[in-house]
């Protein structure tokens, strides 16, 4: 009988799994023009013309506004910076509340302290790991100024009744697209169904330029206020006397350079192509993994594109036998990690963040001198263990996410996957023994 290697046996494969590297030819080359021309940054922070930035910046810009159907985007220098811009852009401060999904990357929450506003906390869909719009409507208070809504993993959010609860309550809604480049919800892209979009573009995403983030709006004077925190809006704001109101418009430097946008531009062409990839892998894991009992891949709503930036799957101990924790561990026992990442470990796990209320920012409530100590502030937001019960369940006991589906992974690569599930299941009993 054969051994699982978390027990001692011989491991289904050892030979690393091929590197995750989107970059080709065509961006060396297009960076390498950047380079040659001198002209790295064409950003000047004062009222004029390269206020907006340089060539590359406008370009990638214009070709991300055209592929997300946006009338607006503002390149910045990473997602944070952008959810950031996006909470000063819509005016919220000390005293307010921003709600916000626990079961996220930390920046979607603490955004809101950039602005001395406190992230409150709603629960998930089980279902799709997103913000529950019943839970959203039970953390509306007088203080609530905007929702964070995460396309998390790659599935949008249902959108629907979330943009009803906001404008019923006059909520901005800042969707956090950072893992969801074109997912859609009901044939439109993530990023405009809502007030302001964010997307990541750093090493981990689907495409990237090392660091940097795209936010993007239908709003003309939203995309006002976000190019102005970009970029020393301060030093602008004399020469824009329509401009009546000024929150938050003092401005940071979140600019993202010419020679990161050049290889953007180049990545963008790449999209459609890495994420057919991602989700032809990912289906066909799903379709065998399957036929584990007990072993329940992602669901995918009709009108809905998942764009898998991670494939999440819930795990039933009850069918399964054995511990969630105790499986996974075992599976990722019998696959090795990948060229690039060999230091930093396996591209399965148990879970996915620790709900972020559990942080011990949120339980001290000391990261920040104004945000939940402020005397404008009359909430009384909880963090308290048990605060979002579905997110605690997924992250301690159903949900386990995998990276196995990301390019150029290829049908052998998700074969060694597939086999390695399938032994550990079989010879799952073997790990309870005494
Ligand atoms: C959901 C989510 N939001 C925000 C971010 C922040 O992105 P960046 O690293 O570009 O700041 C990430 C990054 O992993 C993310 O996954």
Not at 40 to 66: H, M, N, Y
Not at 131 to 142: Q, R, Y
Not at 242 to 268: F, K, P, S, V
């Amino acid at each position: 009988m054969a051994q699982l290697a978390i027990l001692g046996g011989k491991p289904i494969r050892t030979k690393l799994f091929p590197a995750y590297n989107t970059i080709t030819k065509k961006e060396e080359e297009a960076a390498l023009a950047v380079l040659r021309s001198g002209n790295l940054s064409q950003f000047i922070g004062d009222w004029c013309d390269d206020f907006f930035g340089g060539p590359k910046v406008r370009e990638f810009e214009t070709a991300w506004s055209q592929k997300f159907q946006a009338r607006h985007t503002v390149s910045v220098n990473s997602a944070t910076s952008g959810l950031i811009a996006a909470i000063g852009a819509a005016g919220i401060g000390p005293g307010d509340e921003v709600i916000v999904s626990p079961y996220t990357m930390s920046a979607s929450a603490s955004c809101a302290f950039a602005y001395g506003a406190v992230p409150v906390f709603a629960d998930i869909q089980e279902d799709i790991f997103t913000l529950d719009p019943a839970s959203i409507e039970e953390k509306i208070t007088p203080q609530s100024k905007a929702i964070v809504v995460v396309h998390i993993f790659g599935h949008p959010a249902d959108m629907d009744p979330i943009l009803a609860l906001a404008r019923r309550h006059q909520l901005t809604v800042i969707e956090d697209c950072a893992q969801a480049p074109l997912a859609t919800y009901k044939g439109r892209p993530v990023g405009t169904l809502g007030d302001m979009g964010i997307f990541s573009l750093n090493y981990h995403k689907h495409i990237h330029t090392g660091e940097g983030g795209m936010i993007t709006t239908n709003d003309d004077a939203l995309a006002e206020r976000l190019c102005l925190i970009r970029n020393h809006g301060e030093v602008a704001i004399d020469s824009l006397p329509h401009l009546h109101d000024l929150t938050n418009l003092w401005g940071q430097n979140y600019r993202l350079t010419e020679l990161q946008c050049a290889i953007g531009i180049e990545q963008l062409k790449r999209l459609d192509g890495y994420l057919a990839q991602r989700i032809n892998n990912c289906g066909y894991l799903a379709q065998q993994l399957a036929k584990l009992p007990g072993i329940l891949p992602p669901v995918e709503y009709a009108d809905c594109r998942h764009v898998y930036y991670v494939q999440p799957y819930k795990f039933r101990q009850e069918l399964v036998g054995v511990p969630r924790n105790l499986f996974v561990q075992a599976v990722a026992a019998e696959l090795p990690s990948a060229y690039l990442r060999e230091t930093t470990g396996k591209l399965i796990g148990a879970g996915y963040v620790k709900p972020l209320y559990l942080q011990r920012i949120y339980q001290e409530k000391t990261v920040s001198r104004c945000s939940f100590n402020c005397p404008r502030y009359q909430g009384k937001t909880s963090y308290a263990k048990g605060l979002c019960p579905v997110t605690e369940r997924m992250h301690e006991e159903e949900l386990f996410t995998h990276e196995y589906m990301r390019p150029p992974m290829d049908k052998t690569d998700l074969d060694d996957v597939v086999r390695a599930f399938e032994k550990v299941y079989e010879h799952r009993h073997t790990l309870l023994a005494p």
